[in-house]
Each structure stands twice: as structure tokens, then as C-alpha cells.
């Protein structure tokens, strides 16, 4: 739990921030609304927001419009992408501090991992690569955007995941699969930097959630740092 500078220089208690992250389809929205609701009933107050922020930023629009083959070639380069979604956090700090402000624990689905995992599976580089310190310098550094206090890893098989990506973008025709989505290599390696990440506790924390796994046991565990 960090601070945030108040009038005349006092630090404001600051809530827990938290990361939820994993591949297209894993249910990264269906696990917080789960949690959400576990840790209101335990009197927690919490904030939530997702990325990409499509509808509310130009960045992250632009960006779902190039992975459905608008604006030329700007979804071949790895760089143009990561620097829209980058852009779309960027834009959303200020929102993001309040939230943190205002709750005792705020619940992000995507942050700066998701950028970094799917760039460095895309340029098929390690996570010590070019690309991923690139965008830790650019989200982290520069953007200033906060760190997250635990990151919580959805740890579900690339074949769920793409059949529940299908699934939803039959039922729901705004979230038809994007190129991503469609990419199942793409999908197997960011799946593979997602492990890396999780086993070297990259920026922090890192805790596993299993499809089988009681959402109970991550509000608990969240209630814990709460606490600390």
C-alpha cells in the first residue's frame, strides 16, 4: 500500500493496486466482478478499470480499429501498438489515482504486463528483451503510471481461452476476435511470458489463479494485503 501527497505536504493513505492479468478469453471480467463482490461483502471498499479503455480513449480505439485491419500498416509494428495502449494508461493516470484514493483496493483487468507480454511474444524476445524494457521505461518511467502491488495471473490453457474468446464474440458481435485474438501461436508464446513473469515475480508480487481455483481464496488473500 503506498501514499499520495496531500494538502500542505500530508500523505493520504493510497489503496492496494492490482493487476489482473492473462490471455484473451481467460476471464480476467468474470473473476473480478467475482471478487469484487467478495470483498464488498467483507465492508473493503473497492475500485475497478479495465484496459483498453475502448469507447472512452482515442489511443485504445485507434488501437482495436488496426487489429481489425484499419490505419494502414499499424498493426505490424510492434512498437505502434504498444505505444497506443500505452498511451490509453497514460491518459487514464489521473482517473487511476483518484480510484486509488478513494477505495481500499482497486482491481485493474489488464495493465502494464499485458503490453509487455504480448510485444515480447510478438518480436519472439525474452522478457530481459528489447521490447519489454522499452515499455516498462515508457509505462513505468516516463508515464509515471504506479506499480502494482500484486499482479494475479489467470492461469488458464491457451484452448479454453480461445474457445471462450469465440464464444464471446459470437454472442456479442463488438468483440469479435481481433487479430490477436485469432493468432493462436501469438497466444502460446504470450502465454509463455505470462509463466516467466509469474516465476520471477517481475515488478512485484505474483500470485496464480486456476480455472478450478475458488475466487474466495483470492479475495482472502487480497483482504490480507488490505490489511498489511
Known amino acids: ?52 479503455r475502448y469507447g472512452k480513449s482515442v489511443h485504445a480505439d485507434l488501437a482495436a480499429e488496426a487489429l481489425r485491419g484499419r490505419h494502414g500498416d499499424v498493426a505490424g509494428s510492434v512498437n505502434a501498438m504498444a505505444l497506443l ?67 494475479v495471473l489467470l492461469a488458464v490453457p491457451v484452448e479454453l481461452a480461445a474457445e471462450r474468446a469465440r464464444r464471446r464474440g459470437e454472442l456479442d458481435s463488438a468483440r469479435a476476435l481481433d487479430a490477436y485474438e485469432r493468432d493462436s501461436g501469438l497466444q502460446e508464446r504470450t502465454g509463455e511470458v505470462y509463466r516467466v513473469m509469474a516465476e520471477s515475480h517481475w515488478h512485484g508480487p505474483w500470485c496464480r489463479h486456476a480455472p478450478q481455483d475458488d475466487p474466495a481464496i483470492l479475495a482472502a488473500r487480497l483482504s490480507k494485503i488490505i490489511a498489511r
Open 1 to 52: 500500500m503506498g501514499f499520495l501527497s496531500g494538502v500542505g505536504g500530508n500523505l493520504l493513505r493510497m489503496g492496494v493496486l492490482v493487476a489482473v492479468e492473462g490471455l484473451d478469453g481467460a476471464g480476467k471480467r468474470t473473476l473480478i466482478d467475482t471478487v469484487v463482490g467478495g470483498l464488498t461483502g467483507r465492508g473493503v471498499r473497492v475500485g475497478t478499470m479495465a484496459f483498453p
Open 85 to 151: 495502449f500505452a498511451l490509453d494508461r497514460a491518459q487514464a493516470r489521473e482517473d487511476l489515482s483518484k480510484l486509488l484514493a478513494d477505495n481500499d483496493i482497486v482491481l485493474l483487468d489488464r495493465y502494464v504486463a499485458s503490453n509487455v507480454a504480448y510485444s515480447a511474444a510478438r518480436t519472439g524476445q525474452s522478457l530481459d528483451g528489447e521490447i519489454a524494457s522499452w515499455i516498462e521505461e515508457l509505462e513505468f518511467g516516463r508515464f509515471e503510471l504506479p506499480v502494482p502491488d500484486e499482479h
